[in-house]
């Protein structure tokens, strides 16, 4: 178990802090100070993301189990009529992936009908088959399964602060390389899962390490949770605008009060003549630049305060309010996640339910990224992905990830944030994150509607 003060350096490396060990919490985003003894300091330095590699490519040394499977293999597929040779094998932490050349006259469809056959062959649970560019991967689950920790993940995203807007913890590829995906480029992720497969594990993980690297006058929350369980914990966070809601009504006024924002930011970029929050914050940023160079530090701070924040709708479990208002719902949905991305809003959301009454083509089109964790049946994964495939992962993080930046599906394997990592990442925003973040020009909060039916009063949170 590693100390405090152990796991504070591993994250923040003050190099005069590391040698006098003081104590200090601090928080990242105040990254020109040293987050330990609160100095402004240069010796600042976050990893750089290819350093970060967690699992290297291991493909000279086979066991003698690897080197039985990749015989298995062989023997078993030309059986079946569908003859080839494993011509590598990359070792990842959770999973092996054998890459699989299949003959010139063997059918990929037949192929990747396998998977049953190849599991009975090799004596294992479940084996996934997935087609690459020219090959076929198939994943067999390793006898030892190493955890994804949180804390190791985290550097990958503190490498990505500045290249990309909203950087997400995925976790590591099967081959056990780093990811990272930009949520502004997505610009909204549906996840779908069967119970206890990890979605909500995925989400603290996702919000807790973007939390940690963005300020309330970066990025704003809004947070949906039916179950009142997983995202109450982050009540009274500086970054949320409202409180988490947990009622049907509720959860559609927040909708609202996003729709309202994003038209006004819609209208301002007009008149603004910028494409998109991207485009006018670089602007922004370039002038606050150049009034800086000029020896106006002063209002190149209040230049400054002009960047506009992101905004991110996370809601867990989505099956709830469609089954309760599912045309208003939907209708809502929709019509932010058409036209949000040039506004600066991103919608995550989760559900347990990935049937077609959940998910219909108007919500499913315009969410291009999609991660499927453990589904209960092949049927579900198509909904999610449009493949087969997520009935056998192996569950508790094990997902495929379907990317509109990336060709084919992803299979990543996300960190696991306990509860414990979770409370140690609030603690730091709350204690550090108290600012005043709200723009004058903010919009004021919407009142409820339509009129709640159960009369309840809508709890606004005034920072
Ligand atoms: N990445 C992970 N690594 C290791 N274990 C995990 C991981 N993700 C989830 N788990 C385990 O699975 C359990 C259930 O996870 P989680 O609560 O996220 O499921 P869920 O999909 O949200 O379920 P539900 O649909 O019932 O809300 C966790 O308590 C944890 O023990
Ligand atoms: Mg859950």
């Not at 976790?171 to 610009?187: H, K």
């Not at 939907?330 to 506004?343: H, P």
């Amino acid at each position: 178990m590693r100390t405090k003060q152990e796991w504070l350096e591993n994250l923040m490396m003050c190099e005069d802090c590391k040698v006098l060990g003081k104590g200090k919490i601090g928080c990242y985003w105040k990254k020109q100070h040293c987050p330990l003894c609160g100095k402004a300091t240069r010796k600042f330095k976050a990893p750089k993301a290819d350093k970060v590699l967690r699992f290297p490519r291991e493909a000279n040394t086979l066991t003698a189990r690897q080197k039985e499977i990749v015989a298995a293999i062989g023997e078993r597929c030309s059986d079946l009529d569908c003859p080839g040779k494993v011509v590598d094998v990359l070792v990842g932490p959770v999973v092996t992936e054998y890459i699989f050349e299949p003959d010139r006259f063997t059918r990929v469809k037949k192929l990747k009908a396998l998977n049953e056959d190849l599991a009975l062959a090799l004596q294992v649970d479940t084996v996934t088959i997935r087609r690459m560019a020219g090959k076929i991967g198939i994943s067999v689950p390793n006898p030892d399964r190493k955890m994804i920790t949180f804390e190791e993940c985290l550097k990958n995203v503190i490498a990505h602060r500045d290249d990309m807007e909203l950087p997400l913890n995925m976790g590591v590829t099967s081959t056990g390389e780093a990811y990272v995906e930009d949520l502004a480029t997505l610009p909204h992720l549906l996840i779908g899962g069967s119970t206890g497969s990890g979605k909500s594990v995925y989400l603290n993980t996702l919000l807790t390490s973007l939390l940690y690297i963005r300020s309330p006058k970066q990025l704003w929350l809004y947070m949906v949770d039916p179950k009142s369980v997983e995202l109450f914990p982050y009540k009274g966070l500086p970054h949320l605008r409202r409180d988490p809601v947990n009622d049907v009504y509720e959860a559609l006024s927040v909708m609202d009060t996003i729709e309202q924002e994003m038209r006004r930011r819609t209208n301002n970029l007009h008149i603004l003549k910028a494409k998109d929050i991207k485009e006018l914050n670089t602007r922004i940023k370039a002038e606050a630049a150049e009034l800086k160079k000029s020896g106006q530090p002063e209002l190149a701070k209040k230049r400054e305060e002009d960047l506009w924040p992101y905004i991110i709708l996370v809601i867990d479990e989505m099956a709830d309010l469609v089954l309760a208002e599912k045309k208003m719902f939907t209708q809502k949905l929709a019509c932010i996640s058409q036209m949000a991305r040039a506004a600066g809003i991103c919608i995550i959301s989760a559900t347990q339910r990935p049937s077609v009454d959940v998910l219909p083509g108007k919500i499913k089109v315009n969410f291009p990224a999609r991660c499927a964790f453990r589904m209960p049946s092949a049927t579900d994964s198509k909904t999610v992905l449009n493949y087969k495939g997520a009935e056998t992962l192996l569950g508790k993080g094990d997902c495929f990830l379907m990317s509109p930046n990336k060709s084919g599906l992803q299979r990543i394997h996300v960190p696991y944030c306990t509860p414990a990592d979770r409370d140690k990442m609030l603690k730091i925003s709350l204690e550090f994150g108290h600012v005043n973040s709200v723009p004058a020009d903010a919009p004021p909060e919407q009142p409820l509607t339509p009129t709640p039916a159960n009369g309840k009063q809508d709890k606004v949170r005034v920072n």
